[in-house]
């Protein structure tokens, strides 16, 4: 991949070694991720939308569920990777955690927003409301501006180094709100239901709708995955064009005056 | 070595400190997180006359009736039970599809006279069990469950049923 | 078909929509990225 000499003036060679790793194990992980993601994206469809039987109380709708809680799952999953990207760039310093995290925010952003979308599109036919603010669906809201702000925030600097710190501060205060997420449905009376699969006892969920929703889940995160891992290469090839572009211009100036 | 333990060891700190205000918060406001109240918590103290507040619980079996009211819209009287106590509940509008008895309902209203929940709006409230209609037909035609009176039996004994042979 | 399907369509149409335009402008990045980088190492 780093087939020219790092250009002068480019301090802290050393933590570009692991990003070239990077690069060349995601280029080889990518299209495998996004083959299986896009595979079982296929079967979840075909079996949530057409096999999979309705539900004795709630009929087809009970379909927008395969999107809505890998969507929740998704939020909550790549929520909790940000906090550990966010640990590993504040303790250790490391560059590619600031870059996977600042273009992991986007994304969670975008699958939390889908989380709101879904569920109030389910909310209506099947609670008789689009929005209430009960504590599960408000703490939801809560996430989605958490992933936004850090997204904004990590952005909002000229350097980026800062950025990232103000990010990931942002990002561990906000991770009090993920067990609220979790357990609201537990600890208050909330309009939402309680967990259905991740019960201490047997799922409350009949294995005919249980198997396609765990394909859709597995089928999301392989895309979300595919998604930030490409958005990443995407975030670590611009530093690098940056990088080459201020060496060069530095360079001009050098040999122009 | 030391510098990034350092860090770790505040990290953990701030942490440590956050989790344990953000605790004590939510208990401080404990009352005004519940989205409603139970027909228990009501009778056990009453909230201020005239004051809307959220009625949650499941709709008594046997309790609803429906009519048509003066203005030629539906009206419907029914009871919201914990299982303990319940409360009459009175309610002018189209209700939700779920609306059945044994069903969860949220409604927002007051409490009128005679203690009567008079309410402006029925949400409903639907539980954590997904079965296809067959499995739920076998259960009720076995004895297992009548919807009507609130929860299914434990899922263990059902989320295997093969539909095609209990909805024969 | 009754306005559950709608809905359950319309949830599917969305998040696949949203998926589909962010993997677009992913490979753009990726892609503007790559040809920049080539220019600048042929100099």
Same mark, same amino acid.
């Given at each position: 991949m780093s087939s020219t000499t790092a250009p002068r #003036?480019? =301090?802290?060679? +050393?933590?570009l070694a692991n990003p070239g790793r990077f690069l060349r194990v995601s280029g080889l992980l990518l299209p495998w991720l996004t083959g299986a993601g896009l595979l079982c994206l296929a079967l979840g469809m075909v079996w949530g939308l057409w096999l999979s039987p309705p539900d004795w109380q709630q009929g087809e709708t009970v379909r927008i569920m395969y999107v809505h809680v890998p969507m929740a799952w998704l939020a909550m999953g790549g929520y909790l990777a940000l906090v550990v990207l966010s640990v590993i760039s504040l303790v250790w310093r490391h560059p590619l955690a600031d870059v996977a995290a600042r273009e992991l925010s986007p994304i969670g952003a975008m699958v939390t927003a889908l989380c709101l979308a879904t569920g109030s599109l389910w909310g209506?036919?099947?609670? #008789?409301?689009?929005? $209430?603010? %009960?504590a599960r669906l408000t703490s939801v809201l809560v996430l989605f501006f958490l992933w936004v702000g850090h997204a904004a925030l990590t952005r909002a600097f000229d350097d980026p180094d800062r950025g990232a710190r103000m990010g990931a501060i942002l990002a561990l205060i906000g991770a009090v709100n993920l067990p609220i997420v979790k357990f609201s449905v537990d600890w208050w009376n909330t309009l939402h239901q309680p =967990?259905? $699969?991740?019960?201490? %006892? =047997?799922? #409350?969920? +009949?294995v005919d709708i249980l198997y396609p929703l765990l394909v859709n889940a597995l089928a999301f995160s392989l895309c979300f995955v595919a998604l930030a891992l490409a958005a990443t290469r995407a975030g670590l090839q611009e530093r690098r064009l940056r990088a080459l572009q201020m060496a060069a211009a530095r360079r001009a100036e050098r040999e122009g005056g | 070595m030391t510098r990034k333990r350092r860090r770790l060891y505040i990290l953990l700190l701030c942490g440590i400190g956050l989790g344990t205000a953000t605790a004590l918060t939510l208990t401080a406001f404990q009352d005004n997180l519940v989205f409603f109240r139970s027909p228990s918590d009501i009778l056990a103290e009453a909230p201020p006359p005239g004051r809307d507040f959220r009625l949650g619980g499941l709709v008594e079996a046997g309790s609803v009736q429906r009519s048509t009211g003066p203005d030629g819209r539906p009206h419907v009287t029914f009871r919201v039970t914990d299982g303990q106590h319940s409360i009459p509940v009175q309610f002018s509008g189209v209700l939700p599809d779920?609306?059945?008895?044994?069903q969860g309902v949220v409604t927002l209203g007051r409490l009128g006279p005679g203690n009567v929940f008079l309410a402006r709006e029925v949400l409903a409230r639907h539980d954590e069990n997904y079965m296809p209609p067959e499995v739920a037909d076998a259960l009720r035609r076995a004895g297992h469950w009548d919807p009507a009176r609130g929860d299914p039996p434990p899922a263990s004994g059902w989320n295997r049923l093969d539909p095609r042979r209990s909805g024969g | 078909m009754t306005w559950h399907w709608w809905h359950v369509l319309l949830s599917w149409g969305v998040v696949l929509t949203a998926f589909a335009v962010l993997a677009a402008v992913v490979r753009g990045r990726l892609r503007a990225a790559a040809r920049r980088l080539a220019v600048l190492e042929k100099r």
């Open positions: #003036g480019m =301090a802290r060679l +050393h933590l209506r036919p099947m609670w #008789g409301t689009w929005w $209430v603010w %009960d =967990a259905s $699969v991740t019960r201490l %006892d =047997a799922p #409350g969920i +009949h | 779920l609306f059945r008895e044994g | -």
